[in-house]
């Protein structure tokens, strides 16, 4: 079983005349960490089997593939779907999820051995081929961890935008998807849209061979989550605004426009799948300004599996008013550190954005404010990728674009920017 612990950090003294309250809600659980075999789960394998997949990159899928059917453990219900402009179902040889036996397993690597690549890409449809499969699954295993794998090396060409919209919310709720884009000939908005929508993630493969260690460390993840489709329960007072919920850590996901009404006061905002990690949630409360000294519950952070309304943790976000301009002015170090990681994403956003629109001005000073950021947080990852694009000079804090930058570079750094990292230990630094 998963233990759940929370923690709330805040600064819960208001100025007078204020009523805006931050808080990040730290979600610990300890559990089993590589499998979990008491846990019934299904694993769906989409491998991009498009024209533009030829030679070496389809070899190198064929061999992710195999290696994350060969992780899958004994009893997990699989199946491997290839996709071009339709969605095939490879493994089994019906619409329907297996078993992973030694003989399973074995038929599967030989169908993923006939992949060859040729037609157009409609990632809408593959997802939708998996949500049905997974919705088979769900009505004789409600509680089951439901993942699939996503692998893809081009656009979304072959699926008007309306087609793949409706897809797409065919899809959301019914399973987690991590996708994978491999090459330089994807697009990030594509695949974070996926991502997002199915609770995922979505990374950078810059090498074909480099996924088969990739499927592998997907599958062990997969194999050790433990409880599907928890929520983050909010409640607020009745006079309060919820401004925002968004998950900060371990990527940047704003999940305020999914919350689902459980009263008047009270929404569950998903949340996935869990096993043990450890994730950070930033809520913003504004609240009616009350008088020094009085103090108030700005809102309940419950954890709870939305099915059966059990709680796993739960914490207060507090507010209370005071004239000491010592108690009320401080910043919470959590708070800001985060602050500065959303702000930073988006600044390298809209930097490469500008970059890409010829706008100079603007992706220089988006992309040297960035690199600032980055420094100051420790993020060493995104300044190493973000020095890939411009040329900084720490001394003066200012930055050049840089002339000639490799497209896998560009890819990596608007991937990873949503990708944060934990305040370092000590809070002043």
Not at 76 to 94: K, S, T
Not at 137 to 150: D, E, S, W
Not at 291 to 319: C, D, H, S, Y
Request: proline share 4%; net charge negative; aromatic share 6%.
């Amino acid at each position: 079983m998963t233990d759940f612990t929370m923690r709330v950090d805040q600064n819960k003294y208001l100025p007078t005349g204020s009523g805006e309250v931050h808080a990040i809600v730290t979600v610990e659980a300890s559990g089993p960490i590589e499998r979990a075999p008491a846990v019934e789960a299904a694993e769906i394998i989409i491998v991009d089997t498009s024209g533009s997949m030829s030679y070496d990159k389809i070899a190198e899928a064929r061999k992710a593939a195999r290696a994350a059917i060969d992780t899958l453990r004994d009893g997990v219900y699989f199946a491997v779907v290839a996709g071009n402009h339709e969605a095939q179902i490879i493994f089994p040889d019906r619409a329907m999820l297996v078993p992973a036996t030694p003989e399973s397993r074995s038929a599967a690597r030989e169908a993923v051995s006939r992949l060859v690549a040729e037609g157009g890409t409609a990632m809408g449809r593959w997802l939708r081929r998996a949500a049905d499969l997974f919705s088979d699954f769900q009505q004789a295993y409600p509680g089951a961890i439901k993942h699939a794998i996503l692998l893809t090396d081009g656009k979304n060409e072959h699926e008007k935008a309306p087609e793949f919209a409706a897809n797409l919310a065919y899809c959301a709720g019914k399973f987690v998807c991590d996708c994978r884009g491999v090459g330089v000939d994807w697009v990030v908005a594509e695949l974070r849209e996926i991502a997002s929508t199915l609770l995922g993630s979505v990374m950078d493969i810059r090498r074909p061979e480099d996924l088969e260690a990739d499927f592998r460390a997907m599958t062990q993840a997969a194999m050790g989550k433990t409880v599907a489709d928890v929520a983050l329960r909010l409640w607020t007072p009745r006079a309060a605004k919820l401004n925002f919920v968004k998950q900060v850590s371990p990527t940047l996901e704003d999940l305020t426009g999914r919350r689902t009404e459980v009263d008047a006061l009270t929404g569950d905002y998903p949340t996935g799948a869990w096993g043990g990690e450890s994730r950070e949630y930033h809520i913003n409360v504004r609240v009616p300004a009350g008088n020094v000294g009085q103090e108030m519950r700005a809102g309940l952070v419950r954890l709870v599996l939305p099915g059966t309304g059990e709680v796993l943790a739960k914490g207060n976000i507090l507010a209370q008013w005071s004239d000491d301009p010592v108690q009320s002015t401080r910043i919470n170090p959590r708070v800001a550190h985060y602050t500065g990681q959303q702000e930073l994403a988006s600044l390298i956003q809209e930097g490469l954005q500008a970059r890409n629109d010829g706008d100079v001005d603007t992706a220089t000073a988006r992309l040297g404010k960035a690199r600032g950021i980055a420094e100051k947080a420790g993020n060493e990852e995104t300044a190493k990728l973000l020095d890939k694009v411009i040329e900084f000079d720490p001394g003066t804090g200012t930055a050049r674009l840089r002339r000639d930058v490799d497209k896998a570079d560009e890819i990596a750094l608007d991937t990873r920017s949503v990708r944060t990292v934990r305040m370092r230990k000590d809070p002043e630094a």
